[in-house]
């Protein structure tokens, strides 16, 4: 399958900080890109979901203004977490879909980000 | 109500049984559905997709779909202890996002 590069792995920030997330299609261009948050114990939740070039689509109750997502290329996009605050510590896992969409598309996925916000 | 709802877990099963992990959604409409392994601290990686009913195979692996019931599951068979990990089912619609089941812990014992 395709490779998608997600860095870094593991990030500690102090509260109030911004932290950025970056994830890379290194062997295709990803015309979309989502971005999810997994809590201990839980499911993925879709965050937001963007398209090359467009604003991010945001889910219900996700801060668009807090988690600010950038898809400047096709093969890169990036998730910034504002200000952040111990609430917002999670793993974050980006997936990357290219090509023309069907529903057989497959996404793939970053390796994921640990974040702990002290 | 959830959308994609999966058997409570834990979930144990001796080596070389055979494990079962079943799904079912909410969504009529919903086309596409996956089966993703995932081991802890780590990011799901895709074991099988299944489109249509009936039942798909690869190596120990076996998906059925019953879109009719609304119902997708997994078996596992000769199952191994590294096969031990929280198992989720996905279901996407005619939208491109997936929805994710909550998760089944699998634990294969030696």
């Known amino acids: 399958g395709a490779v998608v590069s997600q860095h870094p792995s593991r990030v500690i920030c102090k509260s109030g900080t911004s932290v950025k997330i970056e994830c890379r299609s290194l062997d295709f261009q990803a015309t979309t890109m989502f971005w999810y948050r997994q809590f201990p114990k839980q499911s993925l939740m879709l965050m937001a979901t963007s398209n090359e070039g467009s604003k991010a689509t945001y889910e219900q109750g996700v801060e668009k203004d807090k988690f600010l997502i950038n898809h400047a290329s096709l093969t890169l996009s990036t998730l910034t977490v504002t200000s952040a605050h111990p609430e917002d510590s999670s793993f974050y896992i980006c997936?990357?879909?290219?090509?023309?969409?069907?529903?057989?598309?497959?996404?793939?996925f970053g390796q994921g980000t640990r974040l702990t916000v002290v | 109500q959830k959308e994609v709802e999966q058997n409570s877990g834990p979930l144990s099963v001796p080596e070389g049984a055979i494990a079962s992990l079943n799904c079912t959604y909410s969504?009529?409409?919903?086309?596409?559905f996956f089966w993703y392994r995932q081991y802890s601290g780590k990011s799901p990686e895709l074991i099988m997709s299944?489109?249509?009913?009936g039942d798909k195979e690869d190596g120990r692996f076996t998906a059925q779909l019953n879109k009719a019931s609304q119902y997708v599951s997994l078996l596992i068979r000769d199952s191994q202890p590294s096969d031990s990990a929280t198992y989720l089912c996905?279901?996407?619609?005619?939208?491109?996002?997936?929805?994710f089941g909550s998760g089944t812990q699998l634990t294969v014992l030696p």
């Open positions: 996905a279901v996407r619609g005619s939208a491109r996002q997936l929805t």
């Open positions: 969504d009529r409409v919903s086309q596409s």
């Open positions: 299944i489109y249509s009913n």
């Open positions: 997936s990357a879909a290219g090509g023309v969409w069907t529903a057989n598309t497959e996404a793939f």
